[in-house]
């Protein structure tokens, strides 16, 4: 489980010790490439600071204070809508924090995984984790590097990535483009009929075999009937329905922007991977970008950032390169995920207050679930997405947060 500091909330401002924050990789050995690495970096901060303010001010004028919404909250919504403007200038080396949360199996697994990692920031990382969590957590860890246990299983997992990396770059051709932002690349047609008739198991004292030739001969209506009577009435997203929504599965090709499948990635009840960020697949723009007087400056870093990521990519390796790649730059991944995980996940990222390109990757998977899988019964119990177009997103959310702040106050020691 993660908590990962915002590009949405956060100015990436500061400069600790006069230095912008973001990764140098340790990879970058070459002096000049090194000094060149640092130019462009420091250049594309820069002008992320540079429009911050331009930015807040567009979207004031667009959009007045309201006489209801005190001062706190009108700041807090203008300052997000402009980050959110803005976050695509950012590289993926930007530094941030990452709070973890995980079982001591889990641990062990990650570090394990961490270990053999070809990116020496990796391991770095694993190697500062591993003596903090044995201070807590000693016994679980008892193995992790161990010569002929953990660093055994390590090498396995080094070697394995390694050896299919290079059989897929000699196997697979040059990309007949899809430029699709989402894609249902699989799913199984049956899947509603399997739900239906999972639902009705519990209560009935038929097999499950024959609930699947009953499930199987529902109309459309009387499917949507069973899996309203399953789901009740639900009064906000956290109300979700039983382990029946896990017999149907769908896999979603996605490709979007680098900072929507940061927000997307921590999503763990479910199967994620993705390829390597590059600059193949093109960026976003926001439409504020142009108006704001930004266009220039924003293809600008978008020019360098490309420039720097095809010198490091011929010169050490396409790992190594994600370093200088924008989060405007897409990246293609996939998620796999029963339909209990897809309700959670897509009403969560529709939610008003999201980011809208997660937003928008969230609406087209509903819509997919429905219109191209056909499993209508399931897309209708997902009763809180939602498809609206907002203006400014965290509004609605920084009001809930003064009421909350008001009662607080009113009620002493009440938190």
């Not at 959110?84 to 570090?111: F, I, M």
């Not at 680098?258 to 999503?267: C, I, M, N, S, W």
Request: proline share 4%; net charge neutral.
């Amino acid at each position: 489980s993660y908590l990962e500091q915002s590009t949405r909330y956060v100015p990436y401002t500061d400069r600790p010790n006069g230095q912008w924050k973001y990764v140098i990789p340790s990879e970058i050995t070459d002096k000049a490439d090194y000094t060149t690495f640092k130019t462009t970096l420091d250049r594309a901060f820069e002008i992320y600071a540079k429009w911050i303010e331009s930015a807040q001010q567009y979207f004031r004028d667009r959009h007045p204070q309201s006489v209801d919404d005190p001062d706190n909250v009108y700041k807090a919504v203008i300052r997000a809508k402009a980050l959110d403007t803005l976050r695509g200038l950012l590289p993926a080396a930007t530094r941030s924090n990452v709070g973890v949360y995980g079982s001591g199996q889990a641990y062990e697994a990650l570090l394990l995984k961490m270990r053999g990692h070809p990116l020496s920031e990796v391991r770095e990382v694993a190697s500062l984790m591993l003596p903090e969590l044995r201070k807590v957590i000693p016994a679980f860890l008892q193995r992790v590097d161990r010569e002929n246990r953990g660093v055994l299983w390590s090498n396995y997992l080094a070697n394995c990535e390694r050896a299919t990396r290079e059989l897929s770059g000699s196997l697979t051709l040059s990309p007949n483009e899809n430029s699709e932002e989402v894609t249902l690349s699989d799913f199984d047609p049956d899947g509603e009929i399997k739900v239906v008739a999972a639902a009705l198991y519990t209560g009935s004292n038929l097999s499950h075999s024959q609930l699947l030739l009953m499930a199987r001969t529902m109309s459309t209506a009387e499917r949507i009937q069973v899996l309203r009577a399953y789901v009740g009435n639900r009064t906000n997203r956290r109300h979700r329905p039983g382990r029946a929504f896990e017999h149907a599965t769908y896999a979603f090709d996605v490709l979007s922007d680098y900072g929507a499948f940061r927000d997307l990635q921590r999503h763990r009840i479910l199967t994620i991977d993705w390829q390597d960020l590059s600059t193949l697949h093109g960026h976003t723009r926001p439409e504020a970008i142009e108006d704001i007087g930004a266009l220039s400056d924003w293809n600008r870093v978008m020019g360098e950032a490309s420039d720097l990521s095809k010198i490091l990519t011929s010169r050490y390796n396409s790992l190594t390169a994600q370093y200088a790649v924008s989060m405007a730059y897409r990246i293609r991944f996939y998620m796999k995920m029963n339909a209990r995980e897809a309700m959670h996940i897509i009403e969560l990222r529709t939610a008003p207050q999201g980011h809208p390109a997660y937003r928008r990757v969230c609406q087209k998977m509903h819509r997919l679930i429905a219109d191209q899988a056909g499993h209508k019964a399931i897309a209708e119990a997902m009763a809180f997405v939602d498809h609206s177009e907002v203006e400014l997103e965290r509004l609605e959310s920084e009001r809930a947060n003064e009421r909350r702040r008001t009662i607080t106050k009113e009620t002493p020691g009440k938190s």
